[in-house]
């Protein structure tokens, strides 16, 4: 069973680089993608972003200016870095594991991301 | 982006009952339509995709209907372990969206 788990840290201050890492283990990274969504209170999930086992990316065009995810599959893990931070970034952050359909099959359990000064 | 609209955003039902709950796309997206449970403090969980398919593990009394634009996640008979927020999702095109959830809460 393919688990996930979110690192990072918890609070950052406007305009810091946020930079979270996702382990993957009871499984193989390869031929699979890997993507970020996040949950900030009282919205919907948010789609970030994903990169496949060879290092191709998709973003949300909405934060792609900012985003950057990165796979290293030898370590088996991949990660998230988006820049300049403001308060509409706090949120949960997870990673989780899609298929060929954009289903999303595995979940990590979520980290809480903080913004503030 | 499309968008994805749920209803009711929240429900009160009791153990037993049939609930209905549904989601409508801005535009049409076939069958290409998910549903996830997400419990508080966990992730999502995914139930239902491709619109009526259910996911391994899933019990039978959840089934999912539609394509389109218009879909449904109808739960048989609620069960106590059921009390949860319920998401649909377009896996149609990238950014796939989500829904803004349909809470399910006791009577």
């Known amino acids: 069973q393919v688990q996930l788990q979110e690192s990072g840290p918890g609070l950052l201050k406007p305009s810091e680089t946020l930079a979270l890492m996702c382990t993957v283990s009871g499984g193989s990274m390869a031929s699979q993608s890997w993507g970020w969504v996040r949950q900030s209170a009282g919205k919907p999930l948010e789609w970030l972003g994903r990169?496949?086992?060879?290092?191709?990316?998709d973003y949300n065009p909405s934060l792609k200016s900012r985003l950057t995810i990165s796979a290293d599959t030898s370590k088996n893990h991949f990660s998230l870095r988006l820049h300049s931070v403001t308060a509409a970034d706090t949120a949960v952050y997870f990673c989780?594991?899609?298929?060929?359909?954009?289903?999303?099959?595995?979940w990590g359990p979520g980290t809480l991301v903080t913004v503030s000064s | 982006d499309i968008q994805m609209t749920q209803s009711p955003s929240s429900l009160s039902a009791s153990v037993g009952d049939r609930v209905t709950m549904t989601c409508r796309a801005s535009q049409n997206i076939d069958t290409y339509l998910n549903w996830y449970q997400q419990k508080p403090g966990k992730a999502p969980h995914l139930l239902i995709y491709?619109?009526?398919s259910r996911d391994r593990g899933v019990p039978s009394r959840f089934s999912g209907s539609g394509s389109g634009v218009d879909f449904s996640l109808h739960i048989m008979s609620l069960q106590p372990e059921d009390f949860a927020t319920y998401y649909c999702q377009q896996s149609y095109t990238t950014p796939v969206t989500f829904g803004e959830g349909t809470k399910v809460d006791f009577k």
């Open positions: 491709d619109a009526s």
């Open positions: 989780a594991r899609d298929n060929p359909y954009q289903q999303l099959v595995y």
């Open positions: 990169v496949y086992v060879n290092g191709t990316t």
